[in-house]
């Protein structure tokens, strides 16, 4: 028999975990849910907009009734649970109607605070929580003109504006000289407040309500200054309050809420309980994004799989109020041991502002121009150090390409068919349509619905533009490190941790050992399973062909048409007629149609069919020439200039040591692909300062940079060191290659790496621990026995099985 599941609160933390659970456990439990208001389960986010009458009830409803009966689920709309009999696990209504429970999980979510002066209950004064709050303000806005919103924070903003677009004439009562303080510093306060005075918006502050005035309805506000405002609608939206009422009257330990442990139950383990009204290592939470992530832990745990933990949330702000962008995390007033870097350009309407503490980012707050944001609060939650790039910090993100300028102005001005995301094809019009009609919240879920995002990265920012300006003020960004992907919880760092410790020597004893969802994995974290195994156990691991993508598995890249191409290495571009005359051959031979020369100074070989990639590979061998790798994860190349042999610029052989590098790390597996190049001179012919490893020549020796790229997103390097010999230039390029293949993310490049993990711990890795270095390198080394092994010259011996290149034969019938 299933088990019996009561909910007692039908808003969008409660059913997020119904909804979580029917993902993982579908069939567990028989689902009862108890919704104090007379509806489905609705976007309280989006009540703005409905204020503003740029929405509809309709629109921004997630779950209608015909979901609850879709997935066997017994819905009780506007029946308020008035009591909790713990001893005989039965809940009961208000009007008598009971449901009995094996598990009881409580989303009471909470209450909007009450000023309690004088008069705050006569008829005209209202607050802004649910429906039934915008309906009223908007019938009083049918029928009034004055309206006065106690509270300038985010909610009393966004009720001030929807009843300005109702055609009331509103005024702000604020009891701080900051509008929005908990997200915002005086400065930014100061912005906010002359953009809505602008707009029509009127403030009485610093003022503290002493009383509501009216005898049968309410007609003005009286402060403590003895001064009155007069209104005829008085809304208050001074915050809200946990709402703990039910669970503490029934027994459930409560303080400033529900108290709950690391995996959402309460001190009664038959009763869990997540959103606002909920209480968690001392924290409360209101944005939507911790709330979520506390119904994925409490699924986890109704569907008896135990393994999830809620470890709390360090969240960012990042909201449009009233059309105008903001974004705030952290620590952004700061005190005399912080430092403050502070950009402001008033008459663009621009403030962004970064608080310092040892070069590490502890807050921020941004107005106007919020694309950054992101990349702001990631840096201060992996306690980045700045101090390499903190000339350029207040400038945003190095890499992030065209598609995240311009700030959110632009994702607002966009016409619905404009592309934002390249790679996949996806426009605004795409992801608006995804954000309303199915109801999503998060970056993930728009990526998986429109894979807009879910490629090279550069539009992200573009992305949560347009998620804000849909979701208006409720949107709130809170990036953290997130899982492999959705056949298990674990993280990158996390899964490559406990291959090392438990020495796990398959992929299979990975996913049995982390209870991965899926039997089989997916074509995410296969292939990154795969590298993980290769790069801890080299000597021990047998590389999983079927876990790799196409071109690594036929070690050519797959053409548009369907045919190969082939590359075959060419130390640091260095080539013989020999060598030429083979590939002349081979291209004869086999009839490939074109021969090129590519931007890493090889040759390509394109249009070989499938069939025939063996024969060539075999002619090639023969001619003493081996795979170029051009199609993996690995090594690709070695850019040399010809160096001090020929050029009279020339100050060290670059040739000949790039010919050494790509000798030493050719073969190398890695989490993306990784190019090198070696420059004999500061006019940098080779161009080594947009490789991942690249050396410069000088007089005196060599520089060495690292984390640049070509591309869509070009990266300059940034400079790990000088060294002054060929033997300590390999020392260290071994060094730093090992440390990025054995602590970056699968598809990870260098660049992005370096400023994920700051390029201060890289120089302290590989440039100022010796000792360190050297294991490395050493590390490096003995990967290296392993790894240079050309696959060609594999599957032409028949060293592993040909099948992949045998064609399908077509069988006559007999």
């Given at each position: 028999m299933k ?42 986010i ?193 915050g ?24 959402m ?62 974004f ?60 390499a ?23 607002v ?60 003020g ?14 298990t ?16 020597l ?6 049995r050992?982390?209870?991965w ?93 499938k ?69 004999g ?15 410069v020549?000088v ?7 690292i984390?640049?790229n070509?591309?869509v ?102």
């Amino acid at each position: 028999m299933k088990e019996k599941l009561v909910l007692i609160g039908n808003g969008m933390a409660g059913v997020r975990t119904l909804e979580e659970l029917l993902k993982i456990a579908p069939e567990k439990y028989d689902v009862t849910v108890f919704g104090a208001e007379p509806y489905g389960n609705y976007n309280r986010i989006l009540l703005s907009p409905v204020l503003a009458g740029e929405k509809t009830i309709d629109q921004i409803m997630l779950n209608d009734r015909q979901w609850y009966a879709d997935n066997g689920i017994t819905l009780y709309c506007g029946k308020e649970v008035v009591q909790i009999d713990r001893r005989n696990r039965k809940v009961i209504a208000a009007d008598g109607t009971t449901a009995d429970y094996d598990h009881l999980l409580l989303a009471t979510g909470s209450n909007p605070f009450i000023i309690p002066v004088p008069g705050n209950d006569l008829p005209g004064v209202v607050t802004f929580r649910d429906i039934r709050d915008v309906d009223l303000m908007l019938e009083a806005s049918r029928k009034h003109q004055h309206a006065v919103v106690i509270g300038g924070g985010l909610l009393g903003l966004e009720a001030a504006n929807g009843l300005m677009r109702q055609g009331m004439s509103v005024t702000v009562v604020h009891i701080t000289e900051t509008l929005m303080e908990r997200q915002l510093d005086k400065a930014a306060g100061v912005l906010l407040r002359k953009s809505l005075e602008e707009r029509g918006m009127h403030f009485y502050m610093p003022a503290q309500t002493m009383a509501i005035l009216g005898d049968d309805r309410v007609r003005g506000v009286r402060f403590k200054d003895g001064s009155e405002l007069y209104a005829d609608l008085v809304v208050m939206a001074v915050g809200i309050r946990p709402n703990f009422e039910l669970a503490k009257k029934s027994g459930i330990h409560c303080e400033r809420g529900i108290v709950v442990s690391d995996t959402m139950q309460t001190y009664d383990p038959r009763v869990y309980a997540v959103g606002e009204c909920v209480q968690h290592r001392g924290q409360t939470y209101g944005l939507v994004a911790p709330l979520f992530e506390q119904a994925k832990v409490c699924a986890n745990h109704l569907a008896h799989l135990g393994y999830a933990r809620y470890q709390g949330s360090m969240t960012s702000t990042k909201l449009k109020v009233t059309g105008i962008d903001l974004f705030s995390a952290g620590d952004f007033i700061g005190d005399e041991t912080t430092e403050e870097i502070v950009l402001k350009d008033a008459s663009r309407g621009m403030y962004k502002k970064i608080v310092l503490k040892d070069n590490r980012i502890q807050g921020a707050v941004m107005y106007g121009d919020t694309v950054d944001g992101a990349w702001y609060f990631q840096l201060m939650r992996d306690g980045t150090d700045v101090s390499a790039f903190r000339d350029h910090l207040m400038f945003g993100e190095a890499h992030l390409g065209d598609a995240g300028h311009g700030g959110q102005n632009k994702a607002v001005a966009m016409s619905d068919d404009m592309e934002v995301c390249g790679c996949n094809g996806v426009c605004k019009g795409t992801i608006v349509k995804a954000v309303t009609e199915k109801g999503l919240f998060t970056l993930d879920e728009v990526r998986s619905h429109t894979k807009a995002s879910s490629s090279c990265g550069s539009c992200t920012g573009l992305v949560e533009q347009i998620m804000a300006s849909v979701l208006g003020g409720g949107y709130s960004a809170a990036p953290k490190e997130k899982p492999m992907c959705k056949c298990t919880d674990h993280t990158h760092d996390a899964v490559r941790k406990v291959i090392r410790e438990q020495h796990l020597l398959s992929i299979d004893a990975v996913m049995r050992f982390l209870e991965w969802r899926t039997p089989n994995g997916c074509h995410s974290c296969r292939p990154a399973l795969n590298y993980y195994l290769l790069c801890a156990w080299p000597g021990e691991y047998k590389d999983d062909a079927q876990s790799r993508f196409i071109n690594e598995r036929a070690h050519a890249n797959i053409q548009k048409d369907g045919t190969y191409s082939v590359v075959p290495r060419m130390w640091g571009g260095l080539t013989t007629p020999d060598e030429l005359r083979a590939i002349a051959d081979v291209a004869d031979k086999f009839k490939i149609p074109t021969v090129k020369v590519t931007g890493g100074q090889r040759i390509d070989l394109l249009g070989v069919k499938k069939e025939d990639l063996p024969a060539v590979w075999d002619d090639l061998n023969r001619a003493g020439m081996v795979s170029g790798h051009a199609y993996g994860k690995s090594l690709r190349t070695v850019k040399t200039c010809v160096g001090s042999e020929w050029c009279r610029f020339g100050t060290q052989d670059s040739t000949g040591l790039g010919v050494k590098l790509e000798r030493r790390t050719w073969g190398s597996w890695m989490p993306h692909k990784f190019k090198m190049a070696v420059s004999g001179c500061p006019r940098n012919c080779a161009e080594a300062t947009i490789k991942d490893f690249g050396v410069v020549c000088v007089d005196s020796g060599y520089e060495l940079h690292i984390g640049g790229n070509g591309g869509v997103k070009v990266r300059a390097t940034d400079l790990l060191c000088k060294v002054t010999t060929e033997a300590e230039v390999d020392e260290y390029c071994c060094a730093f290659t090992q440390l990025y293949r054995e602590e970056a993310h699968y598809l990870e490049r260098t660049a992005p790496w370096i400023e994920r993990v700051g390029l201060e711990y890289v120089k302290q890795r590989v440039v100022e621990d010796e000792v360190g270095r050297k294991a490395l390198y050493n590390r490096f080394i003995e990967s290296q026995k392993y790894a240079q092994v050309d696959p060609w010259a594999e599957r032409v011996s028949h060293a592993v099985e040909q099948h992949e290149f045998v064609p399908l034969k077509k069988v006559a019938a007999g």
